[in-house]
């Protein structure tokens, strides 16, 4: 299991030992059907019982609360345990292929009482679980107090904008240099003195490309309604936006002529 967004070290320990807990118990258990797949579903658990919890065997799983995806979950995560017990939950969905594997939740609690040992184990999964998801709320709130409009610093390597998040604010680089990259490709650079994240607040869209710091960076943020309402003040903002858009354009176009150029005398 793994949070949308960057987590830290300790996040991910904690994760693995998750799946560590869940593999001692999991294995000591007879699954309550034949594994099974999934090519694509926007809610995994609509036709599964609801006293059983599903482990994942292969595939990424993504998590919804509220209509937000808060969570992923890969192989040896198992799923739907507070489902099984009758507490609120999200939905499950996957856009790509899963295998999946149903077990009884009579079954794996009548394990986890069955012995001391597996008493403890069961207790270090849940205590775990909820540490894991301790940090995961810190990290969200921590996001959520962050100065709306101000400086902010970063260091060389750190992300300033996600790939796929919401576009909440506008940014301006005062000192450093930056990277655009997309799908893990660097797609342009981001220059000192320059605006970038508007595109996505104009379009209403999500982030397209993270933004990553290259160097030691000084950033400008300003949320997208202030932003807006400077643009409606000051015009020339926006034309100086559509001349570093277009620039950006023609950037691009030159890219994917030399590609193509490229392509054609292979």
């Known amino acids: 299991m793994h949070l949308p967004t960057k987590q830290s ?8 030992k998750l799946r560590a807990l869940t593999e001692l118990l999991c294995t000591q258990v007879a699954p309550a059907d034949e594994p099974f797949a999934i090519a694509a579903s926007s809610d995994i658990f609509a036709d599964i019982p609801p006293t059983r919890t599903l482990l994942v065997v292969e595939g990424q799983v993504d998590y919804y609360l509220h209509n937000k995806l808060v969570m992923h979950f890969e192989e040896g995560d198992l799923l739907g345990l507070p489902r099984s017990l009758n507490l609120p939950q999200g939905q499950f969905s996957c856009e790509g292929p899963v295998t999946l594997l149903a077990y009884e939740r009579d079954a794996l609690v009548a394990q986890a009482n069955s012995d001391f040992k597996s008493q403890r184990n069961w207790a270090y999964l849940l205590l775990s679980t909820i540490s894991f998801y301790e940090q995961a709320l810190t990290q969200e709130l921590r996001s959520e107090f962050q100065p709306s409009a101000g400086f902010l610093h970063f260091r060389a390597g750190e992300t300033i904008i996600n790939q796929g998040d919401v576009a909440d604010r506008v940014y301006t680089l005062l000192e450093g240099a930056a990277d655009a990259v997309c799908d893990g490709v660097k797609v342009g650079d981001i220059h000192a003195n320059e605006i970038f994240g508007a595109l996505a607040v104009f379009t209403r869209q999500p982030r397209i490309a993270s933004v990553i710091a290259s160097s030691d960076c000084t ?30 354009i023609n950037q691009l176009n030159n890219q994917l002529l030399q590609v193509k150029s490229a392509a054609t005398f292979k």
Not at 9 to 16: G, H, I, P
Not at 223 to 228: A, D, G, H, Q, S
Not at 229 to 241: A, F, N, R, V, Y
């Open 9 to 16: 070290d300790l996040m991910s320990e904690l994760a693995t």
């Open 219 to 248: 950033v400008l943020a300003v949320r997208k309604e202030e932003f807006i309402t400077l643009i409606e003040h000051q015009p020339q903002i926006c034309l100086g936006l559509i001349e570093e858009m277009a620039a950006k």
